[in-house]
RNA sequence: GGCCCCAUCGUCUAAUGGUUAGGACGGCUUUCUUUCAAGAAGCAAAUAGGAGUUCAAUUCUCCUUGGGGCUGCCA
């Protein structure tokens, strides 16, 4: 049977972190498998959903390069299938619909709690099937429809969970749980069942916060008459205090990270974060011969800024010039003028896109207080002293000579001035502004001679 | 409170019934350097606790502890 697999964001917020990595691992088993990678939108909740969301969404999985196959589904446009679904548990008698009120229902949990017993709601009056007007699409009040289970029953329900191996919960415990607001609004873990059947999703694969919601599940499709698929509980991605990742924390939508990070990065990080493969870079093909859905780990896993730096700048380090500029481009918009000499200065040392400001100084004249021109081991009238000698060698130097013939007549002239830092640092302030730069002389290769006097001037104060 | 999941350096993790418990990020030190966010070399840093099985347990079992998730007429 070919593999079918789905991940199911709602449009309630941005393509999340989480989402992102459940989204990857489900990619990376339906590739690994010769099997299809599916998008469902799930938006019945009709309040919190929107279209921008939804859209932004999208965005995010093709950004990261995990695109899936066939036609985005949407929960919204399948309430037809649920009502259907949900007539054949009424006719069937295995739901019925509870009147009870959300104060009775509260009580009883409270009550439920102090006698330390599981909280679940014990429906005492089941009303069967036609009470409800099956044609209307208007809620009654305080009516809500719920699977009937044997109460009494000490069947437990096992799975074998890919990732976890054997879980098992007691049908008991569950109480009679709720599956709709009314026909026309199936309830998440009624619609997600209904759903994944129709769609033939062999293998759930998904964050760990649903174990819970998979003996319920199971027992829905054993109400429908239908198999479940195989499921795989994913570990939850951590905050820095050992919590699930949420809002709260911040940073965790896919797209704040877009002007800083390369989706490969993203990709790279977010899947070596709860899998272990063969080396810490490596590409979404490498990953897809590697990765084995078993042997995700079951721990949750700190999301680690500091790590994620770290492979992006690994990446950065291995574009092109071309490539360097367009990733700049679609990350942060801008278009500068910035020449390929001067890239690999910059990539070599850059960890997050938008930092490349700090770099300004290759593609623009650089601001600065002139008091840093003083060398810290001299005076300020000294250091233009020497700044000045220094123009004047770089005026009679010949650049095609190349980079090491200035750097051996600059090291020349250090020693007769006795003090390395006296004849570059100031040279490095005027050509970059900074008190921290690449080679003074690699920049002003990548300046060209007319702009290094030009800025060497300006800081001796010839030109204003 | 109830149910469920999890447990190796600060973080991500490797390993096997017997190893000096390995790697990566980060940190620190040294080196290179005019400086540094780059490079190079190196250092520190972990098997939560208690029983049991065993010649031998970090590894298998149980308990405890700790952390997390769920506990909606949200998804």
Redesign the pocket.
Known sequence: MKIRVRT???P?GHLHIGNAQSALYNWLFARKNGGEFHLRI????KV?STKEYERSILYALEWLGLNWDGEVVR?SQRGIKHRKALEQLIMEGKAFW?????E??EAE?KK??A???????ICSHRHNTMHYPASSTQ?IK???LRLALDQNSERKIVFD?II???????VR?LGD??IA?SLD?????F??VVDDSDMEITHVIR???????TPKQILIYEALGKTPPQFA?L??I?A?????L?KRHGGTAVVDYKKDYLPEAIVNFLG?????FSK?ILTKEEMIDEFELS?V??????F?L??L??IN?QYI?KLSPEKFKKALQQATGRLDDILDAAVPLIT??L?KLS?VE??SYLWKEPKYNEKLLK?KKSNFNTSLDILAEVEKIIDDFDFEKGKDELRKVL?EF?GKVGD??L???PL?VALTG????????DIAYVLKKEETLKRVKFALGKIW
């Open positions: 199911a964001p709602s309630t799930e938006d019945t909740d919190r929960q509870c009147n009870h009120t959300k009775e229902l949990r439920q709690e006698k330390k017993e599981p909280p679940r709601h809620r305080d009516w809500t969970d976890r191996g054997q879980i098992e919960f007691s415990l749980f709720s607001r609004n199936a309830l998440y873990n619609a997600v964050g760990e916060d649903h174990i819970s919601n509980h570990p939850l951590l820095s205090d050992r919590s699930k949420s070596g974060l709860s899998y272990t810490d042997k780990h079951k721990s949750g896993a700190v680690d500091k790590k730096n770290w700048s380090k070599e040392r960890e930092d700090n770099f060398w090291d250090s390395r830092g004849v570059y640092w490095r900074k008190d921290k730069s690449p080679d003074p002389i």
